[in-house]
């Protein structure tokens, strides 16, 4: 069994959205052994679906400028459940979901990640303000990256 780049890509994504926590592939030469870590942050990444940049704007937007928060609180980040492409917005001709700045709720869509042509909406743990974001609109990103940050209420 030969696989491509791919055929390992998707595989490792559809691995990362299953409840199967090691997989073992051996086939001819090819050896795989896939194994999830435990997640060590207890907050969850919540996805949610990008907009695309919009064909009338020449130049890109400012990148928010984070806040730093009080030196005796804690942030909590917001990671990448999975690998794929991280949007702030529901569609590119529609608001980002979070603004720095925001207070959120827990539950609540702060984003896109589209994996293997799926929109999945990543939620807010944590009640708080978001005081960073860290990606991009439409920017590549890895599983377990940070994505925002929240300062709990």
Known sequence: MELDLNQVRELLLMFDQTSVTELNLKSGELELQLRKREQISSNPAV??????????????????????????????????????????APAPDEPPFVEVGDTVKKGQVVCIIEAMKLMNEIEAEVNGQVVEILVQNAEPIEYGQPLMRILPN
């Open 47 to 88: 996805v949610v679906a990008p907009a695309p940049p919009s064909a009338t704007t020449s130049t890109p937007a400012p990148a928010p400028e984070p806040t730093p928060p009080p030196a005796n609180r804690k942030t909590v980040d917001i990671v990448a459940p999975m690998v794929g492409t991280f949007y702030r």
